[in-house]
T-cell receptor
């Protein structure tokens, strides 16, 4: 979806290193989401935010952190505490308080060096 | 917690054959959404079903929502090679917080020409 930009497309992490994945949207959506996708497991929710300066843990938040200082931006940090970070990370956004679907970015593929 | 099960995990068909994927939720859903993810791509929204017993069609694709609003199916008639990808259902619980989607594991469809 052209309105959500994730960067970088590919990212490599060294042992003990924190890395930050960027997600920016220009759709004026209130809610933003981070998912992790592993083969055969579908999408699992890491964190979500319904409004600026507020966010909630999803199903697999351990080892991750987020911030929502601006409506347009919802960066995800994969910390060194996340022992198995290799995955495809997807950011999504949605207009809040409606039945609107989520719109996804192109994703970031994170690998361990 | 709420779970959405999707079967089969993989389906290989000859071009021209039909294909069906099934979704079953552990709890009653407010609505269910279907997404398609092409290989190497991100999920793209296909359709949303809201009403009990609802049936919607998009060309060769037929989507159904069960009477109890706990199950759904996607049927593709006469598959084509362009149908290749992984199809996900995603449910929104009736006591939903923040528009969270619970994704099924997905059905990966391959079509042999």
């Amino acid at each position: 979806d052209g309105g959500i930009t994730q960067s970088p497309k590919y990212l490599f992490r060294k042992e003990g290193q924190n890395v930050t994945l960027s997600c920016e949207q220009n759709l004026n959506h209130d809610a933003m989401y981070w998912y992790r996708q592993d083969p055969g497991q579908g999408l699992r929710l890491i964190y979500y935010s319904q409004i600026v300066n507020d966010f909630q843990k999803g199903d697999i938040a351990e080892g991750y952190s987020v911030s929502r200082e601006k409506k347009e931006s919802f960066p995800l940090t994969v910390t060194s505490a996340q022992k198995n970070p290799t995955a495809f990370y997807l950011c999504a956004s949605r207009r809040e308080y409606s039945n609107q679907p989520q719109h996804f970015g192109d994703g970031t593929r994170l690998s361990i060096l | 917690g709420q779970q959405v099960m999707q079967i089969p995990q993989y389906q290989h068909v000859q071009e021209g054959e039909d294909f069906t994927t099934y979704c079953n939720s552990s709890t009653t859903l407010s609505n269910i959404q279907w997404y398609k993810q092409r290989p190497g791509g991100h999920p793209v929204f296909l359709i949303q079903l809201v009403k009990s017993g609802e049936v919607k069609k998009q060309k060769r694709l037929t989507f159904q929502f069960g009477e109890a609003k706990k199950n759904s199916s996607l049927h593709i008639t006469a598959t084509q090679t362009t149908d290749v990808g992984t199809y996900f259902c995603a449910g929104v619980g009736i006591y939903n917080q923040g528009g969270k989607l619970i994704f099924g594991q997905g059905t990966e469809l391959s079509v042999k020409p």
